[in-house]
């Protein structure tokens, strides 16, 4: 038990390292991305003590060169994962009884490590294996990863901290213990510091995990379970394991001993899962914790009275960096008709300069979708854009598979609010935009908060404070985060709290402390040091 009361070093994000030409970090980028772009990675199911390869695998390709194998990953057979649970609730009892300070230090060692000798090398896994810009890979696998760690310690600290009153002659405490089994982490393939946190958070309040990585996430996988390593997590805390999806998920929610699943992905898989908890139900051992963030279809809407190069920055940056792949990127906007054609002017330059091509070439704005199967979702929306006589591709439409999986940034302008670009979560490089009357600014909120059944980010753009207070009412419920005159992308860990409703989850927002409240069942413990000895009440007298 601690013998002191600890102040943790205070959270601070993470300095964004410039790269620029002749900058040190950018030479150790690029040397780490040539070594392990020519060399093959064998990446292991990590089972307890084991790293387990069980010749059942599948290549990892770089999206902008996909006939390039740069690694392989083992898949995971039923038994494997039966292994991975078993092997979390060995380590469970140990885990759960260490010292909380002892906890904080292996992740704040790994925030360091991440920080300094490890940088290069995160950066370089998610720029090959995710296909990202050199700044886009620092801004997620390194700073914002780090964030995480960092400021998750200070947000548990606090957690324990909170104590309730005591009255006269009794002393009140409360306590946070780990949920009681063990906890399932499923993560996508576009951001790296959303794999690493969501096992991360909940072994840091001391749960177990099982965690599956994205297929398409395995190169920087593998590096965050080799810094988890060296900074001393112990063996069986957290298990990465990959495979059949619906296999490994069936068996870890049939077990009694599941308590909870933290999942970011797609909406359909998270209502199945969810779904499957309930069928369930009757086979835990305590009511499991379900926390998702899910799908998006991220908003910007701008007042007549905005700045046009505002509006089209924002739009440039927040519907088109890292190729759209966020969840919290641009993919409709609804513009004006005074200041459309400015707008759309600087778009046509803006896009028209964006280079596109290898991570490895700094130069590069944009580079691939990550997968055949988005690119081939992305071309059908674009030919079926161009054949429609409500919508109109203004800028970019080009597609090409034959090296890398390449769509060009895409502007579509449709004179239907609904059309299906204006709703379906395409998930790539295609902005759609309505341009309204600007008298009907108003009715275009309410179709703005209609029109879409999720709620994960938005923005409204305006120099009149009124419109602005009017839309951040009119919008309430249609975005867990809302910007105002900025873009709908770039949440920081501590700053802007990330998580959504309706049809984009839970809204249990990654980076604070409501986040890892979910993974901790509070004890309430009353001391009374003079009990009474007569069981008679004044009022009998």
Same mark, same amino acid.
């Given at each position: 038990m601690p013998k002191g009361i600890y102040n943790v070093p205070k959270a601070i994000n993470e300095p964004v390292k410039a790269y620029a030409p002749g900058s040190k970090e950018r030479e150790q980028v690029l040397a780490a991305f040539k070594e392990m772009y020519n060399s093959t990675t064998d990446v292991p199911l990590y089972i307890g003590s084991e790293e387990i390869r069980t010749g059942k695998t599948r290549t990892i390709n770089p999206p902008f060169d996909h006939k390039k194998v740069v690694g392989v990953f083992h898949d995971a057979e039923k038994e494997h994962v039966e292994k991975a649970i078993a092997a979390a609730l060995a380590a469970k009892k140990k885990w759960a009884a260490l010292s909380w300070e002892h906890r904080a230090s292996i992740f704040l060692k790994a925030a360091e490590l991440l920080a300094g000798p490890y940088r290069a090398k995160i950066n370089a896994a998610t720029m090959i294996g995710q296909a990202k810009t050199v700044h886009q890979a620092e801004i997620d696998s390194a700073c914002e990863f780090i964030d995480f760690l960092r400021f998750n310690v200070e947000f548990m600290t606090r957690i324990y901290n909170e104590q309730p009153i005591s009255s006269e002659g009794i002393w009140n405490r409360m306590e946070h213990r780990p949920l009681e089994g063990f906890i399932y982490a499923i993560t996508p393939f576009n951001f790296t510091a959303i794999a690493g946190n969501l096992p991360a958070s909940p072994a840091l309040m001391g749960n177990v995990v099982v965690w599956k990585p994205s297929a398409t996430q395995m190169l920087s996988a593998n590096v965050i379970m080799?810094?988890?390593?060296?900074?001393?997590?112990?063996?069986?805390?957290?298990?990465?394991?990959?495979?059949?999806?619906?296999?490994?998920?069936?068996?870890?929610?049939?077990?009694?001993?599941?308590?909870?699943?933290?999942?970011?992905?797609?909406?359909?898989?998270?209502?199945?899962?969810?779904?499957?908890?309930?069928?369930?139900?009757?086979?835990?051992?305590?009511?499991?914790?379900?926390?998702?963030?899910?799908?998006?279809?991220?908003?910007?809407?701008?007042? +007549?009275?905005?700045?046009?190069?505002?509006?089209?920055?924002?739009?440039?940056?927040?519907?088109?960096?890292?190729?759209?792949?966020?969840?919290?990127?641009?993919?409709?906007?609804?513009?004006?008709?005074?200041?459309?054609?400015?707008?759309?002017?600087?778009?046509?330059?803006?896009?028209?300069?964006?280079?596109?091509?290898?991570?490895?070439?700094?130069?590069?704005?944009?580079?691939?979708?990550?997968?055949?199967?988005?690119?081939?979702?992305?071309?059908?929306?674009?030919?079926?854009?161009?054949?429609?006589?409500?919508?109109?591709?203004?800028?970019?439409?080009?597609?090409?598979?034959?090296?890398?999986?390449?769509?060009?940034?895409?502007?579509?302008?449709?004179?239907?609010?609904?059309?299906?670009?204006?709703?379906?979560?395409?998930?790539? +490089?295609?902005?759609?935009?309505?341009?309204?009357?600007?008298?009907?600014?108003?009715?275009?909120?309410?179709?703005?908060?209609?029109?879409?059944?999720?709620?994960?980010?938005?923005?409204?753009?305006?120099?009149?404070?009124?419109?602005?207070?009017?839309?951040?009412?009119?919008?309430?419920?249609?975005?867990?985060?809302?910007?105002?005159?900025?873009?709908?992308?770039?949440?920081?860990?501590?700053?802007?709290?990330?998580?959504?409703?309706?049809?984009?989850?839970?809204?249990?927002?990654?980076?604070?402390?409501?986040?890892?409240?979910?993974?901790?069942?509070?004890?309430?413990?009353?001391?009374?040091?003079?009990?009474?000895?007569?069981?008679?009440?004044?009022?009998?007298?």
């Open positions: 080799e810094v988890f390593k060296l900074a001393g997590l112990p063996d069986g805390v957290i298990n990465m394991i990959n495979g059949s999806a619906g296999m490994l998920t069936e068996t870890i929610i049939s077990s009694p001993d599941f308590a909870g699943v933290h999942f970011t992905g797609s909406t359909g898989v998270f209502n199945d899962i969810w779904a499957g908890i309930g069928k369930n139900i009757s086979k835990y051992k305590t009511y499991p914790r379900i926390v998702g963030e899910t799908g998006g279809k991220d908003f910007v809407i701008a007042h +007549p009275s905005s700045i046009p190069a505002q509006v089209a920055t924002a739009l440039s940056r927040g519907a088109f960096e890292y190729q759209g792949q966020k969840c919290s990127a641009a993919s409709r906007a609804y513009i004006p008709q005074s200041i459309w054609p400015e707008v759309k002017e600087q778009m046509v330059k803006d896009l028209a300069s964006f280079k596109m091509g290898s991570p490895e070439d700094t130069t590069n704005f944009v580079s691939a979708v990550i997968t055949e199967g988005s690119f081939d979702k992305l071309a059908k929306a674009i030919d079926a854009a161009k054949a429609s006589n409500e919508a109109e591709v203004v800028i970019g439409g080009g597609y090409d598979k034959s090296v890398g999986w390449f769509i060009e940034p895409t502007v579509i302008v449709t004179t239907n609010p609904k059309y299906d670009t204006m709703e379906t979560e395409l998930f790539g +490089p295609v902005l759609t935009i309505y341009v309204y009357e600007d008298a009907k600014w108003s009715e275009t909120l309410k179709l703005v908060d209609e029109t879409s059944p999720y709620a994960l980010t938005g923005a409204i753009f305006s120099q009149d404070r009124y419109a602005i207070e009017e839309a951040t009412k009119a919008l309430e419920n249609a975005a867990g985060n809302f910007y105002i005159n900025d873009k709908p992308t770039g949440a920081v860990v501590g700053q802007q709290p990330f998580g959504g409703a309706r049809a984009s989850g839970t809204n249990d927002k990654a980076g604070s402390v409501l986040n890892l409240l979910r993974w901790v069942s509070p004890r309430t413990i009353k001391e009374t040091f003079v009990p009474p000895t007569d069981y008679r009440y004044p009022f009998l007298g």
